[in-house]
C-alpha cells in the first residue's frame, strides 16, 4: 500500500494479557516511530528506530512496553500483562531518512486503538 | 466514534472565515515544525511544515508563521470549509545525540459553523 498500515484497527484486552501491535511502514523508509495517544491528548513519543537499531526508547512507560523491528521493515510493540492505563491509540509514523536533514515528513498510520478492560 | 479532540481547547468558526490556530513549542534548538490535521479515529496529517530559517510559509490556503523570539507557532486556513473541521496539532522535530523525534503540541479543536 501507498501508507503506514497498523493492525489491528481496534483491540480490547482483559487487564493482564498481552497484546501485539503491528506497524507495516511506507517501504523504503528509514525511520520508524511509535506514539502512544491518549483521548484528548496529542500523540506522545515512544520509541524510535533507524532501520531495525533501536536508537531511542526513552518514551517507554515501563518495561511492560517492547518494541522490535527486526529485519528493518514491520514493526511489532508489545504490551505485557496489559493494564487500564495502557488504553489509548498507539500510532505508528514512517520516515524516508534518518533525520540528518529537516523536512523530514513524518508519515502515520491510523493507529491502533487498545482499551484494556 | 470517539473524538480525539474531547477535552482539547476549541476554535469556532464560520464558514468562509479566516481561522488563526496558535502554539507555541518548548525547544529553542529545534530546527523544523511541522502541523499536522487530525480527524477522528484517523492518523494525524501533514499540512504544511517550516524551518527555523524562515518567518513565514504558505501552502493552498495555509500559511505557517514561525517567532522564533517567543518560541510561537500559527497557523492561517483562509476561508476555513466544513472539511477543515479536525484537531490540529504542531510539532517541533527535536534532534537528540544522534537520533530525532517529533514533539507534539497539546493541539486545538476546530469546528466549523455552516
Known amino acids: 500500500g501507498a501508507g503506514v498500515s497498523q493492525s489491528p484497527r481496534y483491540k480490547v484486552a482483559k487487564r493482564g494479557q498481552d497484546v501485539a501491535l503491528r506497524c507495516d511502514p511506507i517501504?523504503?523508509?528509514?525511520?520508524l516511530f511509535w506514539y502512544q495517544q491518549a483521548l484528548g491528548q496529542g500523540p506522545e513519543f515512544l520509541t524510535y528506530?533507524?532501520?531495525?537499531?533501536?536508537?531511542?526508547k526513552s518514551g517507554l512507560p515501563s518495561d511492560r512496553f517492547f518494541a522490535e523491528r527486526p529485519e528493518g521493515s514491520v514493526s511489532t510493540l508489545k504490551i505485557q500483562r496489559t493494564q487500564q492505563e495502557d488504553s489509548a491509540v498507539y500510532l505508528c509514523?514512517?520516515?524516508?531518512?534518518?533525520?540528518?536533514?529537516?523536512?523530514?515528513?513524518?508519515?502515520f498510520g491510523q493507529g491502533t486503538r487498545l482499551t484494556v478492560v | 466514534g470517539e473524538s480525539v479532540g474531547l477535552h482539547l481547547p476549541t476554535l469556532s468558526v464560520q464558514e468562509g472565515d479566516n481561522s488563526i490556530i496558535n502554539c507555541a513549542y518548548s525547544?529553542?534548538?529545534?530546527?523544523?515544525f511541522i502541523w499536522y490535521k487530525q480527524e477522528s479515529g484517523k492518523g494525524p496529517q501533514f499540512i504544511i511544515d517550516i524551518r527555523s530559517n524562515m518567518d513565514k510559509r504558505q501552502g493552498q490556503r495555509v500559511t505557517v508563521l514561525l517567532n522564533k523570539t517567543v518560541k510561537h507557532l500559527s497557523l492561517q486556513i483562509a476561508a476555513t470549509q466544513p472539511g477543515d473541521s479536525a484537531v490540529y496539532f504542531c510539532a517541533e522535530m527535536l534532534l537528540t545525540s544522534g537520533t530525532y523525534k517529533y514533539i507534539f503540541g497539546t493541539g486545538t479543536r476546530l469546528k466549523v459553523l455552516a
Open positions: 528506530f533507524q532501520n531495525e537499531a533501536q536508537l531511542d
Open positions: 525547544n529553542s534548538a529545534s530546527d523544523y
Open positions: 517501504s523504503g523508509h528509514v525511520s
Open positions: 509514523a514512517s520516515s524516508l531518512d534518518q533525520g540528518f536533514s529537516i523536512d523530514t515528513e513524518a508519515f
